[in-house]
């Protein structure tokens, strides 16, 4: 709503230098300019404080509270530090340590994959290249929560398919995903997408010139690849590194599902478990929260400054054609590893949910029991299917990722345009709070955004509006990393060259800019669309009876033993999350960019 | 009834979008009655509308009350585990034709929603449902209930709290179930003392014992009645430790663990409903209950639908549905249930432990720390 306002106005950042020229009173118009020029900085900023840093501010207060921060109940005369000393306690401390090893383990197999299959699919001549950028992406429609209860029916040391198989063919082994491996592993083939994703843009849009250079001085691949390729994908694998390890790090439902059967402790399961005390530690819960934050702060600003010291422009105005690495002997390998890491995210989750959705009873014998007639049946699905329940959430669903994606990606593009292309003061700050919510469990910023929106005068509180709120603020920093991503690697001067040749600034952001990041646009509008269909940590707290969102649905099921259900409701969800991606990946693809030259 | 599963998801499944609105019509036959056949709660009840609602000759609602009740969807949030409130939601729905919006929610959940609700002035319940009196009591600190006597309950001891501001409805089992496929029925335990003598280590379950007023119930009833070792016994058995009932029910019903412990219901509703090899035993040292409190909220916008459905919920049909459930009734002229073969113990007979309002809140506190230190769980 109020988003449109700076759409409109943030050309005139740029255009007033223009203005600036004329004659007469120049005092009083740069006055005026400087005030046109603050104007868009200040509603940005004023949006993002109200959606990061005011939740933020009242899980701080609670933090240093010995009461909650409720409707009514804003006590700033109970301060305390007592929650501080919770942050000792042995189960913090573990909770913590765990947390990192999970953050880092699941970092390093994401960021294994990610590059790995963007090496293949964007720099290689295996086969297949297609079908493995599909395989890359794949795992995005599948839910965290999805990904998780699909791993714990595949591998479950006592009942888990993969079990009951391995003892159906009498070896004497257990593959147990309850374990801090088993945890590690479903985060890192779950998150690995993203890790690929920015590799992928990364490889693909690189500068042709720069290695075919080291190529013309004598530089045998190896060297090439390096001491230029590797450099230049360096802010991609960094970024994708602390995308990764935050977001592994703060994962809830993974954790929650896989960690808690195997007493791995993460802190936001401790987090969420101080939260559901009887009665709810929630003061101490925010100390918890409030320290996490920080620490991820301080790994967001390091990566900022590392990004920061060196330019990273690789798209310019002459032709691009990235070299293509002969894999040789190595091709089929390759897209077979490609293969089994599809078979892992995807294929195998898939057929275990679909079998769980379908079983007749609950417990499984053997595998051969499955194939027995009668053993499977349609009926839970189709029950599903028809529920009130399940067309509300699925519609709710959809609604709010579309509400968020669209005003997430406006929101990042004009807060990477004030930051990157205009000389704004506020762009630091803007990009700072923008960042911000990556480092705050979406579970704490829940309850943050719970309680702003019921201070604020604004009835949003029981629509769907908040859950689309909600997931803007908590992929706020995906969009607009992916959004300044790809306006960091675009040269300006192509958007300047226009405006020189006459063209206003609006019409040079339409026609050059816009259509030139169309890539970035479009696939910060897929991640928002996606990351918000799969939402669930956020929403929990957010949700009334009408405003029930599919993830909420399966958690509520899984939450209540439901199993069935969840299974049944998660191959619906998966299904709907494609249709999805499909629909948008096409409606994406009709417009192709004008060529360059 | 499979058949026409079948096709509506062959259906479905080429219509993923479009199709689900017209499934709706198609599907909600083939639905109603796949649920009949399985359902717990069986039996027809005699309803009679043409002066209020009547129902086996009990009077539930006057003809002004039923009659703007029919007009009304209820919003329900709830604390109870979800397969049984649907049964009981279910049978109100068939018997009185009022709908039920559902906000099924775990106890701490259930709280903080209510609590931020009641704050902001958006309190989107007509009635809750908890098992916890301390939530209970919370929720009637921040003036959230509306008194109201439901008729006839103040014949019955203790079932209209603080001068019906909610009210109890029943009260829930807590004991010991096993699988069947992995427990042969001779070998399953009797008596909680069985299940800490080592022969079930590393195959034990057990719930997180902050996770409402089941566990708090079961606390006490460990400390009390079984000695203050009991929670050292059982958590040396290595236990896998569920964050809640229905997710451990789950586990016992797919295998990951052999024992653990259950409510009657939900063993029961996993059983019959669901076809999981699943029973519950009735221990040596006594069954633990604790109390369900229903109550209707000062924001009801619905409020004839709501004293219809605290009335249904403690008429003697209400008060049958939850006995088939696997409750023991608030009414003590209602019989106590049978389940799956198993007459169970009168609440009366000394074999049935439970928790009184003031043990909630005196010891509930001290029970959970115990708990959390034994357990090695959070603080």
Not at chain 2, 155 to 162: E, G, M, N, P, T
Request: proline share 5%; glycine share 8%; aromatic share 8%.
């Amino acid at each position: 709503m109020s988003l449109k306002t700076p759409t409109r106005n943030s050309p005139a950042v740029a255009a007033t230098p223009g203005t600036a020229t004329a004659t007469g009173k120049r005092r009083s118009l740069r006055a005026v300019a400087n005030l046109r020029r603050n104007y868009p900085t200040a509603i940005i900023i004023a949006i993002l404080a109200v959606l990061v840093l005011l939740p933020l501010a009242l899980v701080l207060l609670a933090a240093f509270s010995n009461s909650v921060p409720r409707p009514g109940n804003i006590s700033l005369g109970s301060l305390t530090l007592d929650n501080l000393a919770f942050l000792g306690s042995p189960e913090a401390l573990g909770a913590l340590g765990n947390s990192l090893i999970v953050g880092a383990g699941s970092a390093v197999v994401a960021l294994v994959i990610g590059a790995f299959l963007a090496f293949i699919c964007a720099r290689s001549d295996a086969p297949m290249r297609r079908f493995i950028f599909f395989i890359g992406m794949a795992p995005m429609f599948i839910p965290a929560l999805v990904g998780a209860l699909a791993w714990s029916l595949l591998s479950s040391p006592s009942a888990g398919y993969i079990n009951i198989l391995l003892r159906d063919l009498g070896i004497d082994a257990v593959v147990n995903i309850y374990s801090m491996p088993g945890l590690i592993f479903v985060l890192g083939i779950f998150y690995a997408p993203y890790a690929f994703l920015l590799m992928h843009s990364s490889l693909s849009m690189m500068n042709a010139d720069l290695e075919e250079a080291a190529g013309v001085h004598g530089a045998p691949l190896r060297t090439m690849l390096r001491t230029v390729t590797l450099p230049l994908a360096l802010p991609a694998l960094l970024g994708s590194a602390v995308l990764v390890f935050a977001l592994t790090m703060e994962n809830f439902p993974v954790a929650q599902v896989i960690g808690n059967p195997a007493g791995v402790d993460t802190l936001p399961t401790y987090i969420y478990r101080l939260m559901s005390a009887t009665p709810a530690k929630s003061n101490q819960a925010a100390s918890i929260a409030v320290v996490l934050t920080a620490a991820l702060l301080v790994i967001t600003v390091v990566q900022q400054r590392i990004i920061s010291k060196r330019k990273f422009t690789t798209v310019t105005g002459k032709g691009n054609r990235p070299r293509q690495v002969p894999l040789r002997k190595l091709r089929w390998p390759f897209t077979i590893l490609a293969l089994a890491y599809f078979a892992a995210s995807v294929l195998l989750p898939m057929l275990a949910l679909l079998a769980a959705s379908m079983q007749a009873s609950p417990f499984v014998a053997s595998i051969s029991q499955l194939f027995e007639s009668g053993a499977l049946s349609f009926s839970e699905l189709g029950q599903v299917l028809t529920s009130h329940d399940f067309q509300l959430a699925l519609r709710n669903s959809v609604l709010v990722a579309i509400l968020a994606a669209a005003a997430g990606t406006i929101l990042s593009f004009i807060a990477s345009y004030i930051k990157y292309r205009t000389k704004s003061k506020g762009g630091t700050a803007i990009e700072l709070i923008a960042m911000t919510p990556l480092a705050v469990p979406a579970i704490v910023m829940g309850i943050g955004l719970l309680w702003t929106w019921l201070l604020l005068p604004v009835p949003v509180y029981g629509t769907l509006a908040i859950l689309a709120i909600a997931c803007v603020a908590v992929f706020l920093p995906q969009g607009y990393r992916g959004v300044s991503a790809s306006m960091l690697q675009m040269d300006q001067d192509l958007e300047d060259s226009a405006v020189m040749l006459g063209a206003s600034r609006a019409r040079a952001i339409v026609s050059v800019t816009l259509p030139l990041m169309r890539v970035g646009i479009t696939s910060s509008f897929l991640l928002f669309l996606m990351l918000s269909m799969r939402e669930l940590s956020a929403s929990i707290f957010l949700f009334t009876s009408n405003t029930r969102i599919l993830s909420i649905l399966v958690f509520d099921d899984f939450d209540n033993g439901q199993s069935q259900a969840a299974a049944a409701v998660s191959v619906l969800y998966c299904v709907v999350i494609a249709v999805l991606a499909i629909v948008a990946q096409w409606l994406g693809a009709d417009r192709k960019p004008k060529p360059l030259t | 009834m499979k058949l026409k599963g079948i096709n509506t998801m062959k259906l479905a499944s080429k219509l993923p979008l479009i199709g689900s609105g017209v499934m709706l019509a198609i599907g909600l036959t083939a639905c109603g009655g796949a649920q009949a056949g399985t359902s717990v709660v069986t039996g027809a009840a005699q309803v009679k509308t043409d002066d209020g609602l009547v129902i086996n000759g009990e009077t539930i609602a006057d003809k002004a009350t039923y009659d703007k009740a029919k007009t009304e969807t209820l919003s329900l949030y709830s604390g109870y585990t979800e397969s049984s409130e649907n049964a009981l939601v279910a049978a109100f729905t068939k018997d009185t034709g009022i709908k039920v919006n559902v906000v099924r929610l775990t106890p701490n959940k259930l709280a903080e929603r209510v609590l931020s609700e009641k704050g902001a002035g958006k309190l989107g319940a007509d009635v809750i449902r908890t098992s916890d009196y301390r939530i209970a009591k919370t929720i009637e600190d921040a003036g959230a209930w509306q008194s109201y006597e439901v008729p006839g309950a103040s014949a019955f001891k203790d079932v209209s709290i603080d001068g019906g501001k909610f009210t109890r409805m029943f009260d829930s089992v807590y004991t010991i179930g096993y699988n069947t496929q992995l427990v042969k029925a001779a070998d399953a335990p009797t008596s909680w003392a069985d299940v800490v003598d080592g022969k079930w280590q590393g195959k034990l379950g057990i719930v997180q014992g902050g996770s409402g007023g089941s566990t708090a119930a079961l606390n006490r009833f460990m400390e009390s009645k079984l000695g203050p070792e009991y929670f050292q016994s059982y958590a040396s058995q290595k236990p896998t430790i569920y964050d809640s009932l229905g997710a451990e029910a789950t586990a016992l019903a797919r295998g990951e663990v052999a024992v653990g412990t259950v409510t009657i219901s939900g063993t029961n509703i996993s059983a019959v409903q669901d076809k999981a090899p699943v029973k519950f035993i009735v221990p040596k040292e006594g069954l633990v209950a604790y109390d369900y409190f229903l109550g209707m909220t000062s924001a009801a916008t619905n409020s004839d639908a709501a004293k219809v459905f605290m009335n249904y919920n403690f008429s003697k049909q209400g008060q049958k549905v939850f006995a088939q459930i696997g409750e023991y009734p608030a009414r003590t002229d209602v019989a106590p249930p049978t389940i799956m073969g198993v007459q169970l113990p009168a609440i009366d007979s000394g074999q049935v432990y439970r928790m009184t309002n003031a043990e909630a809140i005196s010891s509930g506190k001290d029970d959970l720390a115990k708990w959390n230190k034994v357990f090695g769980y959070t603080k």
